[in-house]
């Protein structure tokens, strides 16, 4: 027999939703968490941070697509976007939306296996992560100053081409099974490309998110992402 009860989080759940702030994993309680962004495991997802999610997910697919030519590579917003997202929703949320973003471009778009797809999630996520963490010094409700912003962009940026590099050195030494002479050959003519667009990216990333969030901020949408 069901207890007569009432699950006080599911009360607060329904207090919410009335209020129009409607929550996520009912039946349990956010802990405060001293100011400090969420671990995944106490992380609980809002309808709203869901929602955008999901909406910058697809806008880093999207825009995948569009590449133009510059110093004979091509350029694409596509990390850019990844940037944006940990500097919006924070490390967990951005991650996520950069991650499966770019991993629904390639299993869709680009003809990769589910490995390389797997490895396309971590790495943007961790791209993602890394600009966030940084840009707010690891706390949930840290404004981001500039500089801070665009070291996080730079680093973030460039942890990606690292381990971009490093899944290339990978795949051509051990699984291709390629020479190790062939294999710097390789990772040099990626390299500059690589470069190229993260030089893009830390220099757009940085002037999207001062355009885009005090928009957000004075609707009170951006303190939601973040909870």
């Known amino acids: 027999m ?5 699950d ?10 009335l209020n129009a702030s409607p929550c996520y994993n009912i039946g349990t309680q956010r802990k405060s968490q001293g100011g400090r962004f969420p671990t995944m495991k106490e992380k609980k997802f809002s309808t709203y941070q869901i929602v955008f999610v999901a909406v910058m997910a697809a806008i880093v697919c999207v825009v995948t697509f569009f590449r133009f030519p510059f110093l004979g590579s091509k350029v694409h917003f596509a990390n850019a976007m990844c940037l944006l997202s940990g500097m919006l929703f924070g ?8 991650g499966f973003g770019s991993m629904l471009y390639d299993a869709l778009f680009g003809g990769y296996d589910l490995i ?4 396309t999630f971590v790495s943007k ?3 993602a992560a890394i600009c966030a963490w940084i840009a707010f010094g690891g706390k949930e409700d840290g404004k981001g100053k500039h500089a801070r912003l665009v070291v996080g962009s730079v680093i973030g940026a460039l942890s990606y081409v690292a381990l971009y590099m490093l899944k290339t050195y990978i795949f051509q030494r051990f699984v291709n099974g390629y020479p190790l002479d062939a294999v710097v050959v390789t990772m040099g003519s990626k390299l500059p490309a ?9 220099i757009v990333a940085p002037i999207l998110y001062a355009a885009i969030a005090p928009a957000l901020r004075r609707r009170g949408l951006l303190e939601k992402l973040r909870k």
Do not use: E, T
């Open 194 to 202: 690589s470069l190229i667009n993260a030089v893009f990216a830390m």
């Open 2 to 6: 069901a207890s007569s009860q009432s």
């Open 125 to 127: 996520f961790l791209m």
């Open 116 to 119: 390389n797809c797997l490895i």
């Open 91 to 98: 490390p967990v949320l951005g991650g996520l939306a950069a």
């Open 8 to 17: 006080p989080g599911n009360q607060n759940c329904f207090g919410n939703f």
